[in-house]
């Protein structure tokens, strides 16, 4: 009977301490997306009556980057929603009360992780399912609403057109390197050309395409062709049929605009981990440089783990002023400590990068580097 008790108690004491901390965190996390939104709105009002990129257009779009918004917010939200949250139990002495009861501070700070463990697989689940595709959605209404482009994005790549040309781009990476290009070409309704590349490189304003396979469609025959590598300009000069007819016209013989590209492409931080882990795959085995996708991918991966860390950071603040610093200096230090992360974050991943430092390893660095800080704070406190 006593053992029910005791794991009766303990449970409670796991809900007890878990809402505390999800209820502030949620509550400043609300605060922040709403904050950020209202900004990033802001920001769009100079782009609202160009085409069709309307006041609603804009709402829509801001409401599509909210979860986004939450997962980059996300860590620093629990930081300081753990500080407000115990601080309250603190500062009213439910912990020391607990201690008193007979529940060590070691109890206590596993009931936090297990609520951190928690958040962590939310958020990562938010990471790897609704982020990305509503970070997709959002730049296709907008940039389609700004008349940007004429292309359709969807689950069989990315489609352009130019005159009687059509382009299909299955991924489109962070240096702008086309994956898998298919390029239709059409005269008076009838495919005359089509063209498929495993890779595509800008080559200043040009494309040099790699392991394209050619075929052509004159009359009533067939003629197919294996190129190793080719220059997009001298493709075009020699088999485009569009070119051929139109010589003196100059016409726009580009394989995309570049400022095309820059206005799709999205950034590695919006993709989910099986994104980046694809893209690092078919770099490795072509034996291009992956070393940035490969640290945007870490990242992804150890991004949920900071949500661990922020809890045990904020727990040395909490044991050390049980009695004193109202909500006021608690958010100060939330605010302080959430920069703090967000800055050497970057730094330490970005100085890795540059110096050579294995991905895996330049990710994980600043996560050490708090844990480290935090796991010293805990031991001088409890």
Known sequence: MVIEASSLMFGTLDRYIGRSILVTSLIVLLTLISLASIFAFIAELDDVGKGSYTLGRAAQYIFLTIPGKAYLLFAPAVLLGSLLGLGALASNSELTVMRAAGISSARIIRAVLITGVGLMLLIALVGETVMPKAEQIAEELRLTALEKRLS????RGLWLKSADRYVNIGTVMPDFTLIDV???????????????AARARPVGDDWELYDTSLTRFIDNTTLHEQIDSIVWSDFIRRHSVA????RVKKTNTAL?????????SVSPESLS???LYEQVRYLNDNQLDSRRIELAFWVKVASPLATLVMLMLSLPFVFASQRSGGAGQKIFIGILLGIAYTLLNRLLTQLGLANGLAPLLSALLPLLAFLVVALIGIKRTV
């Open 152 to 155: 359709v994005k969807g689950s």
């Open 256 to 264: 995309v605009s570049s400022d095309v590209l820059k206005s799709i």
């Open 182 to 196: 298919t390029v239709h070409e059409f005269k008076s309704n009838k495919i005359v050309l089509a063209l498929r």
């Open 273 to 275: 981990a099986m994104d």
């Open 243 to 246: 070119n051929a007819e139109n």
